[in-house]
């Protein structure tokens, strides 16, 4: 059954996928994860994974992301969902598991999990939302926390001698061989939401084709926490996060390479 | 016809889930069950099953978690402080109505302690463990051949209530060598309408254990708590040992159980009126048995390695009218007939 309701006239130029049922979101305004979640949502509806693919929740603002994909799902305890893919990957190699998980949850709590998930290689997609604070508890430090920045746990400010230095995640998953894709991209304009479909889509074609994780770190916006309107959120990833997180791929194994030249956009 | 063979103990529980159609093992190494997980390293990837050793306890159950949720039969096993760390994962799974088998090879605690088995981990498998209302049933073996055979219960039970289910030895047992029968493979599986395993013409599922509104939250654990009742109804399990006559019970498990065998066995040949009450499930606990065996005037004898934790479940199912005595270890001592036999003696 179509849900393109009132989206499905003629001429329409932009419409919500097929895989995505007509709910709202519960995320705040301007709030990066809802175009995350679209995103993955375009991706699912051309490499047709309906059937295939299971969103599993993981804990934090994204817990809820099964809600909106007509797929099979379920939800991981907070850092966890990189073990429950693999097990429904190892258990199920025709389904296709994916997950989209906060800062907190992978690289804080569950940084075990994405670190020996990553290094088996094992054929599965994380979508690694990072806003540089725990969205959902209400802004507390995270391990990608910028240093000087504000939170309702270092009201003064992330000093480096008491609270060390946020964490590069791609790049430290980088030194792994597991991995077969591993890119940073952000949402802050039109031409850079359309540079991460393109590694969304990657990070899913790559562990479909066997040859490991496909991993995308989303510089995504958190204007609530952040104490910014929502229309001044992407500048402030571009002024704020970029510096700390340079945008682009950190392993491209050769085969994905190949895969690539598929992928439009 | 069914051949005898010998085992350890650990080995028969790995063997147990193989005849049940466990598709699936993700464990962590931790003594004194260093021999299962070995043993599932080899025999699962043979049989073309899954096996994965995991980089922590977490990870192996949630694990479970993403296999069981599948729909395949699968388990992991540890030892008391992995088992503590797994408690969260098992949680979320009762909550989720997600059937699987944990094996829990007690040894002794707290912190650390040491590799010597123990029975300290009554509370925690009995009275669900992690946060939240919930219950599991706790198998207790008391020899190998029930180390195969309660492994193999267990795996149809948990489908059966759609729950974590556990089976609950201590070091000792699970390293004990015996001959046992060697049991056939389970020849079907249930089917399992509810599990995820991708929505090919049918509409989605989902299975989570997160009710945001706190309407249907208390509906969904009322649900639950109609499940915990239903094993409490029906899943009783225990072995009674000349108790027609007893003017003392003894009440053991596992280990402590074939301790208080031979103590009952030398107390009958001195004319004491003993018998045993071997709870097979400490969850759901034979409550019922020990309050008739109350009623009509018995004295009773708690063994067991620990602090006396079962001795509470005794206590309520018995009441204040009865004597009850503990007798125990704890720290890793094995707990010796000598010992349950003392006890005998000064209570007659
Ligand atoms: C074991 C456990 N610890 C803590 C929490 C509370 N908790 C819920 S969400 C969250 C942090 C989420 O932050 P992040 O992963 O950065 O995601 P975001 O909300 O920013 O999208 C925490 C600590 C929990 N649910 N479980
Ligand atoms: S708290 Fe932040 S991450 Fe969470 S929904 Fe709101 S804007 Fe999004």
């Known amino acids: 059954m179509s849900n393109r309701g009132i989206n499905d006239m003629d001429n329409a130029i932009f419409r919500r996928p097929d895989i995505m049922p007509d709910r709202a979101t519960h995320f705040c305004p301007g709030c990066g994860h809802g175009i995350t979640q679209r995103l993955i949502g375009e991706v699912l509806d051309d ?19 099964y809600l909106y994909y007509d797929v099979d799902g379920t939800e991981a305890p907070h850092g966890r969902a990189p073990a429950v893919a693999t097990a ?27 670190v020996h998930a990553a290094a088996r290689g094992e054929n599965i997609t994380i979508i690694f939302a990072n806003n540089a604070n725990y969205g959902m508890t209400g802004g507390q430090l995270a391990p990608t926390t910028l240093v000087g920045m504000y939170t309702s746990s270092t009201i003064a400010g992330r000093k480096e001698d ?69 229309v001044n959120a992407p500048q402030w990833i571009v002024d704020n996060m970029i510096p700390q997180y340079p945008l682009g791929e950190f392993k491209c194994k050769p085969e994905v390479e190949e895969l690539k030249k598929a992928v439009r956009g | 016809m069914s051949e005898r063979t010998l085992m350890g103990g650990n080995i028969a529980i790995a063997e147990g889930a193989i005849l049940a159609g466990c598709g699936a093992y993700f ?87 040491n590799i010597g088995g123990a029975q300290g981990d009554y509370m925690q498998c009995t009275r669900g463990g992690g946060h939240g209302d919930y219950y599991l049933i706790t198998l207790a073996p008391a020899s190998v051949q029930e180390m195969m055979d309660l492994t193999m219960l267990a795996f149809e039970l ?7 289910t556990l089976v609950m030895a201590d070091g000792f047992l699970g ?9 056939e493979p389970v020849k079907s599986l249930p089917p399992k309408d509810w599990a995820i395993d991708g929505a090919r013409g049918r509409d989605r599922r989902l299975i989570n254990s997160f009710e945001m509104n706190p309407i249907d939250h208390p509906k969904r654990i009322r649900l639950l708590l109609e499940k915990y009742e239903r094993m409490r109804l029906e899943e009783v399990r225990y072995e009674g040992m000349l108790l027609d006559d007893a003017e003392i019970v003894i009440v053991a498990y596992g280990s402590a159980a074939r301790a208080a065998m031979t103590a009952m066995n030398r107390a009958r040949k001195n004319n004491f009126k003993v018998g045993l009450l071997r709870p097979i499930t400490v969850f759901p606990f034979p ?50 007939p000598d010992m349950i036999f003392e006890a005998i003696d000064l209570m007659s």
């Open chain 1, 47 to 65: 490499l047709r994974l309906r059937d295939k693919a299971i969103c599993v929740g993981s804990i934090g603002c994204t817990v809820t992301s």
């Open chain 1, 88 to 114: 429904i990957k190892r258990c199920h190699p025709d389904l296709h598991p994916f997950a989209i998980q906060g800062d907190g949850d992978l690289a804080s709590i569950g940084m075990a999990e994405i």
């Open chain 1, 162 to 230: 008491r609270h060390g230095f946020p964490i590069r995640v791609s790049e430290m998953l980088a030194t792994l061989d597991g991995p077969a894709y591993i890119s940073r991209v952000s949402l802050h304009n039109p031409a850079n939401v359309r540079k991460a479909r393109k590694a969304i889509e990657i990070a899913f074609r790559a562990p479909l084709e066997g040859l490991g994780m496909g991993f995308v770190e989303v510089l995504s916006m958190c204007p609530i926490n952040w104490k910014v309107e929502p």
């Open chain 2, 27 to 113: 464990g962590y190494p931790i003594t004194p069950q260093n021999d299962l997980l070995e043993h599932m390293s080899v025999r699962l990837p043979a049989m073309g099953r899954v096996f994965l050793q995991t980089e922590s306890e977490l990870a192996a159950i949630n694990m479970v978690y993403g296999a069981a949720a599948t729909g395949v039969r699968c388990m992991t096993s540890t030892s008391s402080p992995g088992f503590s760390l797994q408690q969260e994962g098992i949680s979320y799974m009762a909550g989720a109505e997600v059937p699987c088998v944990v094996a829990n090879i007690m040894r002794a605690g707290p912190g650390l302690g």
């Open chain 2, 158 to 164: 948990a489908d059966k209530y759609r729950n974590p």
């Open chain 2, 175 to 183: 390293q004990s060598v015996e001959s046992i029968v060697m049991r």
């Open chain 2, 287 to 336: 409550s019922q048995v020990l309050s008739d065996l109350a009623e009509k005037g018995s004295k009773f004898i708690v063994a067991e390695m620990s602090s006396g934790q079962m001795l509470e479940d005794v206590r309520i199912s018995v009441g204040n009218q009865n004597e009850i005595k503990l007798v125990n270890t704890y720290g890793g001592v094995p707990l010796t």
